[in-house]
């Protein structure tokens, strides 16, 4: 099993709509955990943190869940802009505090 | 200017050829990695370095070699490329975390696409 594990998508939706990825992770020591999004060949770039009481900017939301290891990334009002890969990230003491990737779940925004 | 700088942007060689990826940083940032990425997967850590005088291999280290120059400054080498080291390559750099944290944000470079031939 991965220690960190995504839908892989591709996720496909009308403009406009609303879209939640989740991603679980196995180790239970995890710390830190992290959204990020990444265009087709290009590198990954931060889009977001993610708080133990969930936190919010803009049209995105993420939560964490620690009982279950797992952590989401809501999209509302999506956006043709937000057609990428999103990857789901999480640091640990028990990892020396290197990140562990998932594989990225992909969205396709259609007009 | 980027603050983390790859070259070459891309490269393509052939089967036992010796490889150098250079990455630079303007971040002042401690903490240096290199990751490979292939086709529809995450990124898979290669070496790491947070600092200096540290040097670490990662999950994915076998047939890489690495050297940090300074703390600006982490190479990657193949010594001997072979086809199945042809991949994405991502340099990054995060800061040193605070007393009781994890490694914070990374910072990415652009990337170097890698074919050997």
């Known amino acids: 099993r991965k220690e960190v594990e995504q839908d892989p998508g591709p996720f496909n939706v009308p403009e406009g709509a609303t879209v939640a990825f989740n991603c679980t992770y196995s180790?239970?020591?995890?710390?830190?955990f992290f959204w990020y999004r990444q265009d087709c060949r290009k590198e990954p770039k931060l889009l977001m943190s993610v708080y133990s009481s969930g936190n919010e900017d803009g049209r995105f939301t993420a939560q964490l869940n620690r009982a279950s290891q797992y952590i989401s990334l809501l999209i509302r009002d999506s956006k043709l802009s937000d057609s990428a890969t999103y990857l789901c990230?999480?640091?640990?003491?028990?990892?020396?505090?290197?990140?562990?990737f998932g594989d990225g779940t992909t969205l396709t925004v259609k007009p | 200017d980027a603050d983390v700088t790859q070259t070459p942007r891309n490269r393509i060689t052939k089967t036992g050829k010796r490889i150098m990826l250079e990455c630079s940083q303007t971040k002042g940032h401690d903490r240096m990695y290199w990751y490979r990425q292939d086709p529809g997967l995450g990124l898979r850590l290669i070496y790491y370095?947070?600092?200096?005088?540290?040097?670490n291999k990662g999950e994915i280290s076998d047939g890489y070699s690495v050297s940090r120059q300074a703390q600006a400054k982490f190479s990657l080498s193949l010594e001997s490329a072979i086809p199945n080291q042809t991949a994405l390559y991502f340099c990054?750099?995060?800061?040193?975390?605070?007393?009781?944290?994890?490694?914070?944000?990374?910072?990415f470079g652009s990337g170097t696409q890698l074919s050997v031939l």
């Open positions: 990054a750099t995060s800061d040193s975390p605070g007393q009781g944290a994890t490694n914070e944000k990374l910072f």
């Open positions: 990230v999480v640091n640990s003491y028990t990892n020396a505090g290197k990140s562990t």
């Open positions: 180790n239970s020591a995890s710390q830190s």
């Open positions: 370095s947070f600092d200096v005088k540290d040097i």
